[in-house]
């Protein structure tokens, strides 16, 4: 069992940045693959990034693609989200996801335990 709490959303401005983390408890943290996802008002959770055990392996959607980076620190049972160059359609809330598979996984579907999610809200 994972519990992951998100923290460090709020209010942005257009080509700033903010930076999200995910506090993850258990000890078995490090096996785990770990995404991203935001889901905007009236529209499903999508897929925002995601990174695999060893944390070599990134995969980013093309949206976010170049202004975001995910991170962890398996040492800390952490996991971030840096978040530059805002737009005002990065508006949503944010979700960390963790999966019993090490490897990256896109879809919301192959992840077994989810935060409460943190609200980011950039504004133009």
């Known amino acids: 069992q994972v519990q992951l709490v998100e923290s460090g959303g709020g209010l942005g401005q257009t080509g700033g940045s903010l930076r999200l983390s995910c506090a993850a408890s258990g000890r078995t943290f490090r096996y785990y693959g770990m995404g991203w996802f935001r889901q905007a008002p009236g529209k499903d959770r999508e897929f925002v990034a995601a990174i695999s055990r060893y944390s070599g392996d990134t995969y980013y959607a093309d949206s976010v693609k170049g202004r975001f980076t995910i991170s962890r620190d398996n040492a800390k049972n952490m996991v971030a989200l840096q978040m530059n160059k805002l737009k005002p359609e990065d508006t949503a809330v944010y979700y960390c996801?963790?999966?019993?598979?090490?490897?990256?996984?896109?879809?919301?579907?192959?992840?077994?335990?989810w935060g409460q999610g943190t609200q980011v809200t950039v504004s133009s």
């Open positions: 996801a963790a999966r019993g598979d090490p490897r990256i996984a896109t879809g919301v579907i192959w992840y077994d335990y």
